[in-house]
């Protein structure tokens, strides 16, 4: 007997018992082996991974509080200082003495590892912070850690410096009204590697947070930048609206999703379905909010009643079909959420990526078998056209498997029947083996002959090869290029057919053109990858050549510079030669000091090119200079006013005679504001208080003390007999690297066939020499989304696509 499934809501759905204090907490001691090993709790330090692990984990304390019942709101900021703040309404972390330790329970929870409500199943009947480990190893990872509790009408504060709290907690204050936790931290540099957090990532997780707990309302914003950034997210629909959001770009078969929902033996189990016209299968499983990219004892359910129900279906509507139906043909163009809310999962390791309980698969299978069922019989017309579906995909299937033999007996998949096409090496042992795959035969013979033939072979491709998007698996054998590519991989294609085993190459580098034509076939070709070989991607087999994009010749020397930064480097590097930078003060720097100068130049000019275009980046530069983007400055009006005046006749002093003309005030409230009338158009610039406010001018103040050394009036730049005058960073940094391209003669490479065989193995095939990108997939539904959008037949996406970011694009034709 099942009962309908209530969507987690802000009001009570798995309601916790009235009492939630420090009694609740159990602890198990140590922080000292996180800080040594902090891979084995957070993930990666190095890629970024672990860094956004830290959010996760603070926010899913917040999103655990909305699934008892007690929160309905989650905030996320990231601040202009780097660090970040997660706010959330809910009974905030308990703040009497814990009778253990002798200290508030928030430090407990702070300080200790496996201290937490999760361990007392009192608390909590369901949550995703399964190990407890969570805010405590944020706060060991942290060099600074803020908490405020709002609790008992009071709000309390305690500050912790790499995991130890420097005072007791404290009552600061009356919380009129309010309640919740808010954490602050600061990421440890001594622990990451980089300390960048990317929005896009953290927005993917809190979306699907959303969609998953209906009626919480996350807002995630981005404070770093002058302009802010903000995504306010709440699902009513729940996992019904995240497959509708999964399938935005593509055409459903049937007019809504089914959508499931029950509660069984303690166990939530949630479900929507819908089913479009693309070939690709695409389901994504949840545990208690948990990701499992790899399944588990859920998915098995969940397939197992999928394949009976809609099979059964088939056979008792109509005559026996001539091709019998597989779990595969159900599946096809099928979305799916299976979202199942377990309170003691068990996971085949700590990064929770597969799901093992196994009493959660007898549970989603009877839940999907009841549902579905009902769902057949009351809707006969939907139901037909899916079944349609799934013959058409069996029938392409059975054609498919007939192309196969066929190709089989002609021996077209023998390694043997590619002589003129792919040039293989001599190695035998995959692991050592590399194929490079080419755009046309001009840019193959020059591979072949440029590679080392002991272990890399050369497989060319004429002309651009089938999008796999929108052809069934049957056309796509029939494809000439695709048939070449399998067999000379070796691992076959298709679920039956597919063996990882058999594949003949550890690296596969796809090596094309750097214009319009070979971007084009690069992504042709990662579209066959991703839908067809999805495993050589996991594995990490699949690379992409980085051939340079310049050759700089000066005199008899040559150099290859593989992108913009480079060649960059090489200017200043060149440019610097015999040059001096006399100041205004009389003072001169020379070589190294001079270096330093420009290396600074380069981040502020990289620095005001990020800046919003609504600014004038001229106008900021000069700010920079005078000091202005302190807060110290805009505190005081008159100071303001004096320093926006002098900024104007620096502007003066930079424009010619007939552009003069420029004032300069501050307003209160607004910023600084810049006007000239130039032959009767009047000019505006501002810097306003977003701009001031911003990472961006922080960043640009650091350099404040220095800007104002060098370039408080105007100084020249002087190499040989010609002189430069500067007026700032910008203009330091471009005559630096103009001076760099005096006597280099500078080739930008488009094609691969523009080389010979010798650049390109200095360049592309040398192991020493070259530089490879391997392919990841680190959100397989946005992945998936990005090439329905851009590969798929739906038009409207597409041009949407195009237009918000054309202004964006780089196009080398």
């Given at each position: 007997?099942?009962?309908?499934a209530?969507q987690?809501?802000?009001e009570s759905?798995?309601p916790?018992?009235?009492e939630y204090?420090?009694?609740?907490?159990?602890?198990?001691?140590g922080?000292?082996?996180?800080?040594?090993r902090?891979?084995?709790y957070?993930?990666d330090?190095?890629d970024?991974?672990?860094?956004h692990?830290m959010?996760?984990e603070v926010?899913?304390?917040?999103?655990?509080?909305a699934l008892?019942g007690?929160?309905?709101?989650?905030?996320?900021?990231?601040?202009?200082?780097?660090?970040?703040?997660?706010?959330?309404?809910?009974?905030g972390?308990p703040?009497?003495?814990?009778?253990?330790e002798?200290?508030?329970?928030a430090?407990?929870i702070m300080?200790?590892?496996?201290?937490?409500?999760?361990?007392?199943?009192?608390s909590?009947?369901v949550s995703?912070?399964?190990h407890?480990?969570?805010?405590?190893?944020?706060n060991?990872?942290?060099?600074?850690?803020?908490?405020?509790?709002?609790?008992?009408?009071?709000?309390?504060y305690?500050?912790?410096?790499?995991?130890?709290?420097?005072?007791p907690?404290k009552v600061v204050?009356d919380?009129?009204g309010?309640?919740?936790?808010?954490v602050?931290?600061y990421?440890?540099?001594?622990t990451?590697?980089?300390?960048?957090?990317d929005f896009?990532?953290?927005?993917?997780?809190?979306r699907?947070?959303?969609?998953?707990?209906?009626?919480?309302?996350?807002?995630l914003?981005d404070?770093?930048h002058a302009?802010?950034?903000?995504?306010e997210?709440r699902y009513?629909g729940g996992?019904?609206?995240?497959?509708?959001?999964?399938?935005?770009?593509?055409?459903?078969?049937v007019?809504?999703?089914?959508?499931?929902g029950?509660?069984?033996?303690?166990i939530?189990v949630?479900?929507a379905?819908w089913?479009?016209?693309?070939?690709?299968?695409?389901?994504?499983?949840?545990?208690?909010?948990?990701?499992q990219?790899d399944?588990?004892t859920?998915?098995a359910g969940?397939?197992a009643?999928l394949?009976?129900q809609?099979?059964?279906?088939a056979?008792?509507?109509s005559?026996k079909?001539?091709v019998?139906l597989t779990?595969?043909?159900?599946?096809?163009?099928?979305?799916?959420?299976?979202?199942?809310k377990v309170?003691?999962?068990?996971?085949?390791?700590?990064?929770?990526?597969?799901l093992?309980?196994?009493?959660v698969?007898?549970?989603?299978?009877?839940?999907?078998n009841e549902a579905?069922?009902?769902?057949?019989e009351e809707?006969?017309?939907e139901a037909?056209?899916?079944?349609?579906?799934?013959?058409?995909?069996a029938?392409a299937r059975?054609a498919a498997?007939?192309?196969?033999?066929l190709?089989?007996?002609k021996g077209?998949?023998?390694i043997?029947?590619?002589?003129?096409?792919l040039a293989?090496?001599?190695e035998r042992?995959?692991?050592?083996?590399e194929?490079?795959i080419?755009e046309g035969?001009?840019?193959g013979g020059?591979a072949?002959?440029?590679r080392n033939?002991?272990?890399q072979a050369v497989l060319?491709?004429?002309?651009?090869?089938?999008?796999?998007?929108?052809?069934r698996?049957d056309?796509?054998?029939?494809s000439?290029?695709?048939g070449?590519?399998i067999?000379a991989l070796?691992?076959?294609?298709g679920r039956?057919?597919f063996?990882?085993?058999?594949?003949r190459?550890?690296?596969?580098?796809l090596?094309?053109?750097?214009?319009?034509?070979?971007?084009?076939i690069?992504?042709?070709?990662l579209t066959?990858f991703f839908?067809q070989m999805?495993?050589?991607?996991e594995g990490?087999?699949?690379y992409?050549?980085?051939?340079p994009?310049?050759?700089?010749?000066?005199g008899?020397s040559?150099?290859?510079?593989?992108?913009?930064?480079?060649?960059?480097?090489y200017?200043?590097?060149?440019?610097l030669?015999?040059c001096?930078?006399?100041?205004?003060?009389g003072?001169?720097?020379?070589?190294r000091?001079?270096l330093?100068l420009v290396?600074?130049?380069?981040?502020?000019?990289?620095?005001?090119?990020n800046?919003?275009s609504?600014?004038n980046r001229?106008v900021?530069?000069q700010a920079?200079i005078?000091?202005?983007?302190?807060?110290?400055?805009?505190?005081d009006?008159?100071t303001a006013?004096e320093?926006?005046?002098?900024?104007?006749r620096?502007?003066d002093?930079?424009?010619?005679e007939?552009?003069?003309?420029w004032?300069?005030?501050f307003?209160e409230?607004e910023g600084?504001?810049f006007?000239?009338t130039?032959?009767?158009?009047?000019?505006?610039?501002?810097?306003?208080?977003a701009?001031?406010g911003?990472?961006?001018?922080?960043?640009?103040?650091?350099?404040?003390?220095?800007l104002?050394?060098?370039?408080?009036?105007?100084?020249?730049l002087?190499?040989?007999?010609a002189?430069?005058a500067?007026?700032?960073?910008?203009s330091?940094?471009?005559?630096?690297?103009?001076?760099?391209?005096k006597?280099?003669t500078?080739q930008?490479y488009?094609?691969?066939?523009e080389?010979?065989?010798?650049q390109?193995w200095?360049?592309t095939?040398?192991?020493?020499?070259?530089s490879?990108l391997?392919?990841?997939?680190?959100e397989v539904?946005?992945a998936?989304?990005?090439?329905?959008?851009l590969?798929g037949?739906?038009?409207?996406?597409?041009?949407?696509?195009?237009?918000?970011n054309?202004?964006?694009?780089?196009?080398d034709?």
């Amino acid at each position: 007997m099942t009962e309908p499934a209530r969507q987690p809501s802000a009001e009570s759905v798995h309601p916790a018992p009235a009492e939630y204090g420090a009694e609740s907490i159990r602890v198990l001691k140590g922080l000292d082996a996180v800080r040594k090993r902090p891979g084995m709790y957070i993930g990666d330090t190095d890629d970024g991974s672990g860094l956004h692990h830290m959010v996760y984990e603070v926010v899913d304390n917040a999103i655990d509080e909305a699934l008892a019942g007690h929160a309905s709101r989650v905030e996320v900021i990231l601040n202009a200082d780097g660090s970040v703040t997660v706010r959330d309404d809910g009974r905030g972390i308990p703040v009497d003495i814990h009778k253990g330790e002798g200290v508030s329970a928030a430090e407990v929870i702070m300080t200790q590892l496996h201290a937490g409500g999760k361990f007392d199943q009192n608390s909590y009947k369901v949550s995703g912070g399964l190990h407890g480990v969570g805010v405590s190893v944020v706060n060991a990872l942290s060099s600074k850690l803020i908490l405020r509790v709002w609790r008992n009408d009071k709000e309390h504060y305690i500050e912790f410096a790499h995991g130890d709290a420097v005072a007791p907690l404290k009552v600061v204050g009356d919380a009129g009204g309010k309640r919740g936790t808010e954490v602050t931290f600061y990421a440890s540099a001594e622990t990451f590697t980089h300390i960048e957090y990317d929005f896009a990532t953290l927005e993917h997780r809190l979306r699907e947070l959303a969609f998953l707990n209906s009626g919480v309302y996350i807002v995630l914003s981005d404070m770093r930048h002058a302009v802010e950034k903000r995504e306010e997210m709440r699902y009513e629909g729940g996992v019904t609206e995240f497959v509708k959001y999964l399938d935005r770009n593509k055409k459903p078969i049937v007019p809504v999703p089914v959508v499931i929902g029950a509660e069984l033996n303690g166990i939530t189990v949630e479900a929507a379905l819908w089913w479009n016209d693309t070939y690709h299968e695409n389901v994504l499983c949840f545990t208690n909010n948990i990701p499992q990219r790899d399944g588990g004892t859920h998915l098995a359910g969940f397939r197992a009643a999928l394949t009976r129900q809609i099979t059964g279906y088939a056979e008792a509507g109509s005559k026996k079909e001539k091709v019998a139906l597989t779990g595969d043909d159900c599946r096809e163009g099928l979305t799916a959420v299976l979202s199942v809310k377990v309170p003691d999962p068990k996971f085949s390791s700590q990064t929770k990526d597969k799901l093992v309980s196994s009493e959660v698969r007898p549970v989603v299978e009877n839940v999907i078998n009841e549902a579905l069922a009902a769902w057949l019989e009351e809707h006969p017309a939907e139901a037909k056209t899916v079944i349609g579906k799934v013959v058409e995909a069996a029938a392409a299937r059975e054609a498919a498997r007939k192309a196969r033999e066929l190709t089989r007996r002609k021996g077209a998949l023998d390694i043997a029947s590619l002589p003129g096409k792919l040039a293989d090496c001599q190695e035998r042992d995959p692991a050592k083996s590399e194929l490079f795959i080419v755009e046309g035969d001009s840019a193959g013979g020059s591979a072949k002959q440029g590679r080392n033939r002991e272990f890399q072979a050369v497989l060319p491709l004429r002309g651009k090869i089938l999008n796999v998007e929108r052809a069934r698996f049957d056309k796509m054998l029939s494809s000439e290029q695709i048939g070449t590519l399998i067999t000379a991989l070796g691992t076959g294609i298709g679920r039956e057919d597919f063996d990882l085993s058999k594949l003949r190459y550890h690296k596969i580098i796809l090596m094309t053109d750097a214009d319009v034509d070979g971007a084009h076939i690069r992504t042709l070709l990662l579209t066959f990858f991703f839908r067809q070989m999805p495993a050589l991607i996991e594995g990490g087999y699949l690379y992409i050549a980085q051939p340079p994009l310049y050759k700089v010749t000066r005199g008899k020397s040559e150099q290859y510079l593989k992108d913009e930064r480079a060649l960059e480097d090489y200017l200043i590097a060149t440019g610097l030669d015999d040059c001096v930078f006399k100041l205004a003060s009389g003072e001169e720097r020379g070589r190294r000091d001079l270096l330093k100068l420009v290396e600074d130049a380069r981040v502020i000019r990289s620095t005001l090119h990020n800046l919003h275009s609504r600014y004038n980046r001229s106008v900021v530069e000069q700010a920079a200079i005078a000091g202005v983007l302190s807060p110290r400055i805009t505190g005081d009006i008159a100071t303001a006013n004096e320093a926006a005046a002098y900024i104007a006749r620096r502007l003066d002093a930079l424009a010619d005679e007939v552009e003069r003309g420029w004032v300069g005030r501050f307003v209160e409230g607004e910023g600084f504001q810049f006007e000239r009338t130039v032959r009767g158009v009047k000019e505006v610039a501002m810097i306003d208080d977003a701009l001031l406010g911003s990472a961006d001018a922080r960043k640009l103040d650091e350099y404040a003390a220095i800007l104002q050394e060098i370039y408080p009036r105007p100084g020249v730049l002087r190499r040989k007999d010609a002189e430069t005058a500067i007026h700032g960073p910008v203009s330091l940094f471009e005559a630096v690297t103009d001076a760099g391209r005096k006597g280099v003669t500078l080739q930008r490479y488009k094609g691969l066939g523009e080389m010979n065989p010798d650049q390109l193995w200095e360049t592309t095939l040398d192991t020493n020499a070259r530089s490879l990108l391997q392919v990841k997939v680190r959100e397989v539904d946005e992945a998936d989304d990005i090439f329905t959008k851009l590969m798929g037949d739906v038009v409207e996406p597409r041009r949407e696509f195009i237009q918000e970011n054309s202004l964006s694009a780089t196009v080398d034709v």
